[in-house]
């Protein structure tokens, strides 16, 4: 089950892996591994519709800078954080650019809620549109 | 000293609840073992030998009277009566409960502290000279940089997996109190042609079991742009950092596969995207939080007089206390370190006491240093003998600071569940060798430091000497290791020959530092000699 935050329609189109994205032009979707250079989708960002970005293990934080790193370079598509994905990082990863998740274990929504509201003030801007306290104490 | 506002309150206030849910979670099964492990890490809360340990944060070392009265408080509450200062300016409590950890920390809230990213994968507490602010050398109050990366660091989205730990640590003095160069990232500040501020950074260094010196990686970076700079270092880290061997995961393994000049350039091509975003905080909120690190109102006009009668005051007084910036006071640095007992460990009644002496005398202020002692910044040098008093009342007047008697030993096989050896009761026989004071100030400064096992808490190789635990065939076993510093002559020491055991390590010790007094020419400190006449005379007197 997927959980999104988008509007959108999802795109139903399989993720292929980065090598064949970067060879077929015609894919929209695309699985990002653990380690693999999310940069250099950079010039692909026309025709990309969804990127998935696999969680081997939910400690490996390899994939929060990937989501940055797309977010940052200007990517608006699908994010998808897929695998061990679990409720005590989903604040995180949903600051990072990420607006929808494959978990291999689903998620509780109830707790979900939670998780994504209780902190009512973040230090440092991020992907999301969170404002850091910084600006808030500044105006 | 920075003060909470509502936002810093509710921050942490929010994130006592999230764990506190955390705990009924993994109580109730609902999470598992696994997953919850770097979730109680990240507040802190190790799991040892005997009991779970929790590590409370004490940013840049500094605290204020209330907030050791409280420390004092949960070591009666939830502890047995005492704490254990570390040496990365912490405090720890050996004996708590999972279930009474979120009481702790919402005890902790209500004085501004907290467990935030002391242990696990993160961005720990950062340290700094525990002198800031009071040192006569210093070129402005490194605490401000390190409280504006405190908030910079903390929950930082993107940097809360990171393959291990990653330690920071501040200065802004020629002389280095706080082991920069034992750090994975580390700031001096300086200042440029202009007079502006900035940092010479350094990045890659690291103990454990393949010990590295950070590196100078920029002579200087301006100071605003110092969190982009850190998110740089970061992310090239984060991204490229093997993650298949826990022991091959620290940023130093990753600068030296590289290259130091490959990791720079990475990081400064990283820096070029990073600064675009405009992340960094700007001068605003810098000059903020400065405010709450004016100097105290020093008084003028004191008297630089000491009343040097009683003779025991004035050995203390010349051991214990260092030059203050401003005329007529003192920094008093108060020993934890008491022949026989444990070096760090301090009790409930002790806390109180000098909680009492810092608000009486210290502008209300103390600092633990990293060498596990703690310090009164700010006295007037009129009241030292009243302080004096008032600790020696406490057992707090020990005189031994930066002598053969201050070891940095870490908590060792008595707590801790990755040791080889017992570190605690290897401190104390040494201690008790060289108990006499005036044996201990001919043989001047000497930093003896006792891990015990490769994993170097107690910072073995920045030692002096250094002693290290092994596990030689089911037998606890003590490398001795010589020339290593954590000062602004930073080196690894190195490893002698054979080991020994508890006896023999002793005995080994006696045997270096004897040598070093029949080598040493005026002046020098055992470092300097041994630097000087090399490795073999030290190596055959220890092996005869
Ligand atoms: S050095 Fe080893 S024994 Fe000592 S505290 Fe660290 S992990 Fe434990």
């Known amino acids: ?139 | 000293m920075y003060k909470y506002d509502l936002y810093d309150q509710a921050i942490i206030d929010a994130r006592v609840d999230e764990f506190r849910d955390q705990v009924r979670r993994r109580i109730a099964g609902e999470i598992t073992e696994d997953q919850f492990k770097p979730l109680r890490l990240k507040n802190g809360l190790y799991l040892q030998l005997h009991a779970y340990m929790l590590r409370v944060a004490i940013p840049y070392g500094t605290l204020s009277s209330r907030q050791l009265r409280m420390l004092a408080r949960i070591a009666r509450t939830y502890d047995r009566g005492y704490g254990h200062f570390t040496t990365r300016q912490n405090i720890q409590y050996h004996w708590i409960k999972l279930e009474q950890a979120p009481d702790i920390l919402a005890e902790l809230a209500t004085v501004e502290m907290h467990a935030i990213q002391t242990s696990g994968e993160s961005i720990r507490n950062i340290s700094a000279d525990h002198y800031a602010g009071a040192a006569a050398d210093e070129i402005e109050d490194p605490r401000p940089w390190a409280e504006l990366l405190r908030q910079a660091t903390t929950f930082h989205p993107e940097f809360s997996y990171l393959p291990r730990k990653f330690k920071i640590a501040v200065t802004a003095s020629p002389v280095d109190r706080a082991a920069l160069r034992w750090h994975d990232f580390a700031l001096r500040i300086v200042r440029d042609e202009a007079r502006d501020t900035g940092f010479e950074v350094f990045a890659g260094g690291g103990m454990g079991r393949t010990p590295f010196l950070a590196y100078p990686i920029r002579a200087f970076l301006p100071a605003e742009q110092i969190f982009s700079y850190l998110q740089a270092v970061l992310r090239v880290w984060n991204r490229h950092a093997r993650r298949d061997n826990i022991h091959k995961q620290r940023m130093k393994i990753l600068v030296h596969e590289l290259g130091e000049a490959e990791f720079t350039r990475q990081v400064e091509e990283e820096f070029g995207h990073v600064l675009k975003l405009g992340t960094d905080f700007p001068r605003v909120e810098y000059e903020r939080i400065s405010a709450h690190f004016a100097p105290p109102p020093f008084e003028t006009g004191l008297s630089e007089d000491i009343d040097r009668s009683d003779p025991e005051f004035a050995l203390w007084v010349d051991r214990q206390t260092v030059p203050h910036k401003a005329p007529g006071y003192a920094i008093v640095n108060v020993s934890l370190k008491k022949v026989g007992g444990i070096g760090g460990d301090v009790s409930a009644e002790q806390m109180d006491a000098v909680a009492d002496v810092a608000e009486a005398f210290s502008f209300d202020e103390l600092r633990v240093s990293h060498a596990q002692n703690l310090v009164l910044p700010h006295v007037r040098k009129q009241d030292l003998y009243m302080v004096w008093q008032a600790l020696d009342a406490a057992g707090l007047a020990d005189i031994n600071l930066d002598l053969v008697t201050d070891i940095i030993a870490c908590p060792g096989l008595d707590y801790c569940s990755l040791a080889n050896a017992r570190s605690i009761p290897v401190a104390q026989k040494i201690a008790t060798r060289f108990a006499d004071l005036d044996r201990q100030l001919d043989v001047g400064e000497l930093k003896i430091k006792v891990s015990g096992c490769i994993n170097a808490c107690g910072h073995h190789h920045a030692g002096h000497i250094g002693i290290l635990g092994v596990d030689r065939k089911g037998t606890e076993n003590y490398q001795l290791l010589l020339g290593g510093s954590g000062a602004e002559d930073a080196s690894p020491a190195k490893i002698t020959g054979p080991g020994f055991d508890e006896d023999g390590i002793v005995d080994a010790v006696e045997r270096a530092v004897e040598r070093y007094r029949a080598l040493r020419d005026p002046g020098e400190r055992f470092l300097d000699t041994y630097r000087r006449v090399g490795f073999e005379p030290f190596k055959e007197a220890i092996y005869g």
């Open chain 1, 1 to 139: 089950m997927t959980l999104r935050f988008r509007d959108d329609d999802p795109h139903e189109e399989p993720a292929v892996t980065l090598d064949c994205f970067l060879t077929q032009e015609d894919a929209h979707a695309v699985r990002v591994e653990a380690g693999e250079d999310v940069r250099q989708l950079i010039p692909h960002f026309d025709r990309l519709k969804l990127v998935e970005i696999a969680f081997p293990r939910f400690r490996d934080g390899r994939g929060y800078s990937a989501a940055c790193i797309l977010r940052e370079s200007g990517y608006t598509g699908e994010l998808r954080a897929e695998g061990d994905v679990l409720v005590d990082q989903i604040l995180f990863l949903r600051r990072c650019g990420f607006d929808s998740f494959a978990p291999v274990q689903p998620l509780d929504a109830r707790l979900v809620e939670h998780a994504l509201k209780r902190f009512p003030f973040v230090y440092q801007a991020a992907a999301d549109a969170a404002v850091p306290v910084w600006k808030l104490r500044h105006g």
